[in-house]
């Protein structure tokens, strides 16, 4: 389905892709954390999608069994979410070099910049951090 993301564009350029992601335990109750997220081209699809790098064994255990996600920035009173299905890519997912690569891509498409990227690579490679890809079905928000 294809949906607007330039509302997600326009507010993550106010506030550096500060977001708070929540997904859904296996109990069936929200989890809520903050992250920094922001929209990307598909690296296979070439489609919009909404991203940001986690890692951890509970999250990623979350997101594996029920992918439905919520995403929510905010700049002021202003607010704009993403529904979607997450869909993840990590070490044992992709080329090594291809996931350093989206990794990179995530962080800057948040509003991120590093001096090192070296050094960023090593931490996420040490962490193994993860790729997470929110296919959006839903935004909506307040402007």
Request: aromatic share 6%.
């Amino acid at each position: 389905m294809d949906v607007d993301l330039d509302p997600v564009r326009r507010i993550v350029a106010q506030e550096d892709g500060l977001a708070t992601v929540t997904v859904v335990r296996g109990d069936g109750t929200p989890h809520s954390s903050l992250v920094n997220a922001g929209v990307l081209d598909h690296p296979t699809s070439g489609r919009p999608v909404v991203a940001y790098v986690t890692y951890g064994a509970v999250k990623l255990r979350h997101l594996a069994s029920r992918p439905a996600t919520s995403i929510l920035w905010r700049a002021g009173w202003r607010w704009v979410a993403v529904d979607g299905t997450s869909e993840l890519l990590g070490p044992d997912d992709t080329d090594a070099e291809e996931l350093r690569m989206l990794l990179r891509t995530i962080f800057s498409a948040a509003g991120g910049t590093h001096d090192d990227w070296e050094s960023y690579d090593r931490v996420m490679r040490a962490e193994c951090r993860v790729a997470v890809l929110v296919a959006p079905t839903r935004v909506y928000g307040s402007g």
